[in-house]
């Protein structure tokens, strides 16, 4: 069973950037696509980036332009570079491959406003 470690994140004020890491324990994380996802209390988790096994990136609006995924798949490492957050963008985030349902720790990213 695959493991994810997240880290990276902390207090920032709007506008502000972050960037998250996570790191996979095994090394067939260079062959699957990996999304970074995020869930705020009292709502739904939802993914924010996802990035092919040959780099394609996809991001849903609401984070177009100002989140970018990126992979080392030598280090078996997701990275997800947050710029001009806003308070909305307060959650827990996750990193793990799409459909999996088994979940780590997360790292809290708390924008103040």
């Known amino acids: 069973q695959v493991q994810f470690v997240e880290s990276g994140g902390g207090l920032v004020q709007a506008g502000g950037s972050l960037r998250l890491s996570c790191a996979a324990s095994?090394?067939?994380?260079?062959?699957?696509?990996i999304a970074w996802y995020r869930q705020a209390p009292g709502k739904q988790r939802e993914s924010v980036a996802t990035?092919?096994?040959?780099?394609?990136?996809n991001y849903p609006d609401s984070v177009k332009g100002r989140f970018t995924i990126s992979r080392d798949n030598a280090k078996n490492t997701v990275y997800l570079q947050m710029n001009s957050l806003k308070p909305e963008d307060t959650a827990v985030y996750f990193c793990?491959?799409?459909?999996?349902?088994?979940w780590g720790q997360g790292t809290q990213v708390t924008v103040s406003s």
């Open positions: 095994e090394s067939t994380f260079r062959f699957k696509s």
């Open positions: 990035i092919g096994a040959f780099g394609s990136t």
């Open positions: 793990n491959y799409p459909g999996r349902d088994f």
